[in-house]
């Protein structure tokens, strides 16, 4: 074998060895989105216990139950609009009559792309919904609160 074939030998695995490089980047990228998307939904329920025990006993069903109402709230909110206006590619010149597709997340389908941002930002965005609860706890009807 010449020269020049050793090379092109050489630049092949290159190619293939890049490839596996960026798949296992990219699967490490979704795996930590993943990682800390489960890490800020736990954090939902370290809020819950907290607002329990800083309330009293008669109203512990309540904030319970305003908890696990802001993530299906927060959830059905942040698959219609909020991702919409935040997530990838979004712009506020896209969002009425524009380019931007999010809305809904295209009909109802999440994207293989666009799913671990749509989880990720949606923990957070539920998460702050349950850190606002606490601080209204005792002091809102749950009519109210909605």
């Given at each position: 074998?010449?020269?020049?074939?050793?090379?092109?030998?050489?630049?092949?695995?290159?190619?293939?060895?890049?490839?596996?490089?960026?798949?296992?980047?990219?699967?490490?990228?979704?795996?930590?989105?993943?990682?800390?998307?489960?890490?800020?939904?736990?954090?939902?329920?370290?809020?819950?216990?907290?607002?329990?025990?800083?309330?009293?006993?008669?109203?512990?069903?309540?904030?319970?139950?305003?908890?696990?109402?802001?993530?299906?709230?927060?959830?059905?909110?942040?698959?219609?609009?909020?991702?919409?206006?935040?997530?990838?590619?979004?712009?506020?010149?896209?969002?009425?009559?524009g380019g931007n597709n999010n809305f809904g997340i295209s009909g109802g389908e999440i994207a293989?792309?666009?799913?671990?941002?749509?989880?990720?930002?949606?923990?957070?965005?539920?998460?702050?919904?349950?850190?606002?609860?606490?601080?209204?706890?005792?002091?809102?009807?749950?009519?109210?609160?909605?």
């Amino acid at each position: 074998m010449d020269l020049e074939g050793k090379i092109v030998n050489i630049t092949a695995d290159l190619d293939e060895i890049n490839s596996s490089v960026i798949d296992a980047q990219d699967a490490l990228q979704l795996f930590w989105l993943l990682l800390s998307a489960q890490i800020v939904f736990f954090m939902q329920a370290g809020f819950a216990m907290l607002e329990v025990g800083l309330v009293g006993h008669k109203n512990a069903k309540s904030i319970l139950f305003k908890n696990t109402l802001d993530m299906c709230v927060g959830t059905v909110t942040w698959w219609l609009w909020g991702f919409g206006l935040a997530g990838p590619g979004a712009s506020c010149q896209g969002c009425w009559g524009g380019g931007n597709n999010n809305f809904g997340i295209s009909g109802g389908e999440i994207a293989y792309e666009n799913g671990m941002p749509f989880l990720h930002s949606l923990a957070f965005a539920a998460t702050t919904c349950t850190i606002m609860s606490g601080g209204v706890a005792e002091r809102m009807k749950l009519s109210s609160y909605l």
